[in-house]
């Protein structure tokens, strides 16, 4: 990769970062009473040098554990239709709800 790319991809990358989920927020699943996670992290997944994915790096907080989890962005923004009515797949959770 040139050093023109580089620059390149991490200009895309910060226009990216704008829309995406803070470190530290709280989100909670579509499908979970109990599915809250909190936002650990964003990463960029290179596919053989050629595309940068951006992704989100979560771990679960209701259920404590070593393992963090990696979702591409555009999945974690997507709306998912589930029982006829449709959801963001992950819904931003005011964090004082949670204590």
């Known amino acids: 990769m040139s050093t023109k790319n580089y ?6 990358m910060n226009k990216i970062l704008k829309d995406c989920p803070k470190i530290g927020e709280i989100y909670k699943h579509y499908k979970s009473e109990n599915g809250f996670y909190r936002i650990e992290g964003i990463c960029c997944l290179e596919n053989s040098g ?11 907080i209701s259920k404590p554990s070593p393992i963090a989890w990696a979702r591409p962005l555009k999945e974690w923004n997507d709306l998912i239709t589930f029982q006829g009515k449709t959801f963001a797949r992950y819904m931003k959770i005011d964090q004082e709800k949670l204590n």
């Open 7 to 12: 620059e390149n991809i991490h200009e895309q």
């Open 50 to 60: 050629e595309t940068i994915e951006p992704m989100i790096i979560y771990r679960h």
